[in-house]
């Protein structure tokens, strides 16, 4: 049976994966800040036939919580394979000289510093089941109709993290395989569950992201795009 942990898999895109990955009969981890959360979405996962799930607790914005997450999985699930990094924040929307740095590092923390710690101190155990750390993440390029600096800027580190990875990963003959999604516009909480014309469902994006997952190809170093950017 394949393990999957997706971060953030709750609500939103990470628990409509979890939902399609769970139906085709994988072993599900549930990444969740909050446990009351996180053991609501494995109550309405199982509910809907999801045969094998569990939660995991993981606090992004504290490391601590991300070591004691990375000592569980290696005890208690050891098949995993796959590490879907979609958990985020948003930051803030205002103009980008006026973001507050303590607002800047926050965001840094959960979508990049919190991820890689999660990512390395999950690869040695991803690397013994010859696995894939996927990415859940946004083009960084200048776009004037959507130009979030703080979130803009964290998931650009989080770009350059896959492909740095991606290119060791090849270099040092590593059984390891790191890529991209960009969903594109999609209504869930890190946008106020925004709904607008160009915009999709989280049950829509993760069939497509479901799709890629298990096409048996690979996809070291890509960065794929299910719906592309509004411009």
Avoid: C
Wanted: aromatic share 8%; charged share 15%; glycine share 10%.
């Amino acid at each position: 049976m394949k393990t999957v942990l997706i971060t953030g898999a709750n609500k939103g895109i990470g628990y409509a994966i979890a939902q399609n990955l769970g139906l085709k009969g994988w072993h599900v981890l549930v990444g969740a800040r909050n446990q009351a959360r996180a053991e609501a979405a494995v109550n309405k996962l199982q509910k809907i036939g999801v045969a094998q799930v569990d939660f995991v607790l993981i606090d992004l914005s504290d490391p601590t919580t991300i070591s004691a997450a990375i000592q569980t999985i290696n005890k208690d699930f050891m098949a995993l394979d796959l590490l879907i990094n979609n958990a985020g924040i948003p930051g803030g929307h205002g103009l980008s000289w006026e973001e507050e740095l303590n607002d800047l590092k926050a965001t840094m923390q959960v979508n990049f510093f919190g991820t890689f710690q999660l990512t390395q101190g999950l690869l040695p155990l991803l690397e013994g089941n010859h696995g894939r750390i996927v990415n859940i993440t946004i083009p960084t390029g200048a776009n004037p109709y959507w130009n979030p600096f703080a979130y803009k800027s964290t998931k650009a580190a989080q770009n350059v993290m896959m492909q740095a990875m991606a290119i060791d990963f090849e270099k040092e003959n590593k059984q390891l395989e790191t890529f991209s999604i960009h969903p594109g516009p999609t209504t869930t909480d890190l946008n106020g569950n925004m709904t607008a014309e160009g915009f999709h469902t989280p049950e829509d994006v993760a069939e497509k992201i479901t799709a890629i997952l298990l096409d048996e190809q690979s996809h070291q170093g890509a960065f794929l795009e299910i719906y592309g950017e509004l411009k």
